[in-house]
């Protein structure tokens, strides 16, 4: 081979092991979801950089909504040591969601005095899943079988737990899984 082509597919290969790392390292959060009837997109791994987040499928009308307090609680007790709790409505069980945002916001908002951040509405399970939700099930061996399951992710953007439906926001695996995560040091960038 002649230098030229050498050099030619040594850059093409480092583009493509470049682009390849870049996404890995954006990767589970590298994802753009609306505020709860919302116009703006946010991105996830931008937005909540170096966070450790509770990335919660949520239903208005389903037997565990009364986890919105707990989860509330959660969200305003450890958000100043860099937590949040992202809720993402999901009509996929038994169509226990209100099919408006804005009604699925309100209810939110004046029913359980939900804060932490809402996102659209979303499909979490099977081929329709959204991404976020392929990817959370993917890297658990674990997809939603209801409404509120609970992934764990750590400041390095990687999921360390996942918690089922029937495990409350404040069950004490949950909070001391939160806290162990909030111990990890921030990845430098």
Known sequence: MNTKFRSALFLLALMVFSGVVSAASGGLLDRSYRPLAGKTQVNLGKTYAGQVL???NTASKCGFTPQFEALEALHARYKPRGFAVLGFPSGDFMNQEYAEEKQIQEFCTLTYGVKFPMFQKV?????????????????????????????????????VASFGSRVKPDAPEVVAAIEKALAQPTPKR
């Not at 939700?133 to 999921?159: C, M």
């Open 123 to 159: 499909r979490v399970k099977g081929d329709e899943a959204t991404p976020l939700y392929r990817d959370l099930a993917q890297a658990t061996g674990e997809s939603p079988k209801w409404n509120f399951h609970k992934y764990l992710i750590g400041r390095d953007g990687k999921v």
């Open 54 to 56: 509770l990335v919660v």
